[in-house]
């Protein structure tokens, strides 16, 4: 199992470096750079080529690449163009709240996806089913910035109820209540999102499992029914419970850029548009590898539960 | 689906059906409520809504449409090599594929559009390059299927060429699921050009894209007070997207027997 694990972590390397060279290469080979935006247009050509000599922007690509993986390997991503600060700092600063609004949204998907999905493929073609089917169509079909205004709409302007944005009441510090009070909508509004996706996901292999053999066995032995869906059916349904959260994490990044945009929220997503939209690639790039290496230990992490959901599976 | 005809006729017409320039603000009136003159009111700074969706929609539906076509395009071709010739090949596309695949598609699709500037063609291109793994896989799974049936081995034994025996024999015969795909593909597009043009790095303003309208909407003010600013481009995100998937599902259910009856 060790072994296994270090084996993967291994492989995933050559990826990750793909992935920097190839952002790298992108970046580095686009007409302009942040001088360009920066420079006062009365800078003469002359101070303009000091200024890039200064921060090495006149050296050649490989050379820049090597410099900078042999920083990003020390931990170091470099500095922001535009904050000036150390780029890890500035991504550092971001992660918790990001992380934080991405769990809860996970945690809330789950805890409406698993129950509606199993209930729904055990009386599948019930009234409950119709109902969260349609809901399931809906949810996936409807972006999360409009229903982000739509849960601003009602519950921070109509009924004041709770804060349209921000992670916290400016000027007020660390508050438990008042910071939980800020995750609501978000988490609601990308957890629902989630639900609506993993629900139709969770009914289906429900659906797979309850044709199985076994279980008619378990039915025909005289078990309670109850006790055949949760002990012998779910167990195996687990299965995919577990695929899905590898593939939570992508889905869960791409909204959380969005539903940052959406309440103010002030995590990775909103960093990268702010960046992409300065061309501060230092910054985007930190990202790209953050997100790189996220979406690794994801998949590596799912590899990794199924060992411990089916013992079938076992890695040597 | 007469929903999606209605609004893709509408969309295609839209220059006749407009009878304001999307683009051009009146001033004099300035965050009209809907009706009367401006059928849907005015924005803020008085250009007419109606005419601005009519062309948003135009936008998002060539976006989306012109961006899947391509990543069908490209998914197809490299699917059914990497599926007809096995071996090496399939090997080097699977893992690229697999690469893409695991890459979170806002992120990436911005990046690119960051990269080489927000412009209709670029953003097309960016959805292209993010769609087209998932053809790809399914391409080539049913061309590996498809490569052992009978009357495949048969062209081959006749002698037919590989182009040939791909083209003529083996696309043909899965053409059914790529449809169904592609037609998935468009709704996943339009979000997806609605949630980039929403971070403003879609279609440019003054032009009108559904996200860039709703972008607009942000602010407190117009949320309270001018509601049919955001509710309109909203709701009409949701109608397409929600149309254009029940045309998926009414497809895969023609196309596949087995699905049939229910």
Redesign the interface.
């Known amino acids: 199992m060790l072994a296994y694990t270090i084996r993967r972590i291994l492989t995933a390397i050559p990826?990750l470096a793909?992935?920097s060279v190839l952002?790298f290469a992108?970046?580095a080979s686009?007409p302009g750079d942040y001088l360009d935006l920066l420079a006062a247009p009365t800078m003469s050509a002359e101070s303009l080529a000091k200024r890039r000599s200064e921060i090495g922007l006149d050296q050649p690509l490989a050379i820049r690449y090597l410099g900078w993986l042999e920083q990003v390997v020390r931990g170091n991503f470099g500095n922001s163009v535009a904050a000036g600060k150390p780029v890890a700092e500035l991504i550092g600063n971001r992660l918790l709240p990001t992380f934080s609004l991405m769990g809860l949204s996970l945690l809330v998907s789950l805890a409406i996806a698993i129950p509606l999905g199993i209930l729904t493929a055990v009386k599948a073609n019930g009234l409950l089913d119709h109902i969260s089917t349609s809901l399931a169509?809906?949810g996936?079909?409807?972006?999360?910035?409009?229903s982000g205004?739509?849960a601003?709409?009602l519950f921070a302007?109509?009924f004041n109820l709770l804060p349209?944005g921000l992670m916290e009441t400016p000027g007020r510090g660390f508050d438990l209540v008042d910071r939980l009070r800020h995750l609501a909508l978000p988490v609601m509004v990308l957890g629902f999102h989630g639900a609506a996706i993993y629900t139709r996901y969770m009914r289906s292999s429900m659906l797979e499992v309850l044709r199985q053999d076994y279980v008619r066995t378990a039915h025909a032995k005289g078990i309670p029914a109850q006790r055949v869906y949760l002990r012998h059916a779910f167990r195996n349904a687990l299965v995919s419970v577990v695929t899905l959260l590898g593939m939570a994490?992508?889905?869960l990044?791409?909204?959380a850029?969005?539903t940052e945009?959406?309440f103010s929220w002030p995590g990775v997503?909103r960093l990268?548009?702010d960046s992409?939209?300065g061309?501060d690639f230092p910054v985007?790039m930190g990202?790209?590898m953050l997100?790189?290496v996220l979406?690794?230990a994801g998949?590596l992490l799912a590899d990794l539960l199924y060992s411990v959901v089916d013992p079938r599976v076992r890695y040597s | 689906m007469v929903l999606l005809g209605t609004i893709a006729v509408t969309a295609i017409v839209a220059p006749l059906l407009a009878r304001f320039d999307p683009n051009l603000p009146n001033l004099a009136h300035m965050s009209r409520p809907p009706g009367g003159e401006h059928l849907l009111g005015t924005d803020q700074i008085g250009r007419d809504v109606y005419s601005r969706l009519l062309y948003a929609v135009r936008v998002s539906l060539l976006v989306a449409i012109t961006a899947v076509c391509l990543n069908t395009a490209i998914g197809m071709l490299l699917g059914s090599v990497a599926g007809f010739f096995r071996g090496w090949i399939d090997q080097v596309l699977s893992r690229i594929a697999d690469?893409f695949l695991?890459?979170?598609?806002?992120?990436l699709v911005?990046?690119l559009v960051?990269?080489?500037g927000p412009s209709l063609v670029n953003v097309i291109a960016a959805l292209a390059v993010v769609g087209w793994p998932e053809v790809f896989r399914l391409v080539r799974g049913e061309t590996l299927a498809a490569r052992e049936r009978d009357f495949v081995q048969a062209a081959i034994s006749l002698g037919g060429g590989n182009a040939r025996v791909i083209f003529r024999h083996v696309l043909p015969n899965i053409l059914a699921p790529i449809i169904v795909s592609a037609t998935f593909g468009v709704?996943q597009a339009i979000?997806t050009e609605?949630?980039l043009s929403?971070?403003?790095?879609g279609l440019r303003p003054p032009n009108a894209s559904l996200?860039n309208m709703?972008l607009d909407?942000?602010s407190?003010t117009v949320?309270?007070s001018h509601?049919w600013l955001?509710l309109s481009p909203?709701i009409l995100?949701?109608t397409i997207?929600?149309s254009v998937?029940y045309l998926g599902d009414w497809l895969r259910a023609r196309f596949d027997p087995r699905l049939r009856g229910r």
């Open positions: 990826l793909l992935v952002c992108i970046v686009l169509y809906l996936v079909s409807v972006p999360t910035f409009f205004l739509l601003i709409y302007v109509t349209s994490v992508p889905s990044l791409s909204g850029v969005i945009q959406v997503g990268l548009v992409v939209n061309r985007v990202i790209t997100v790189a979406v690794v998949n | 690469a695991s890459f979170p598609v806002l992120p911005i990046v960051a990269l080489f709704a979000l609605a949630g929403f971070l403003g790095l996200g709703l909407a942000q407190i949320l309270r509601p955001w909203g995100i949701v997207v929600l998937n």
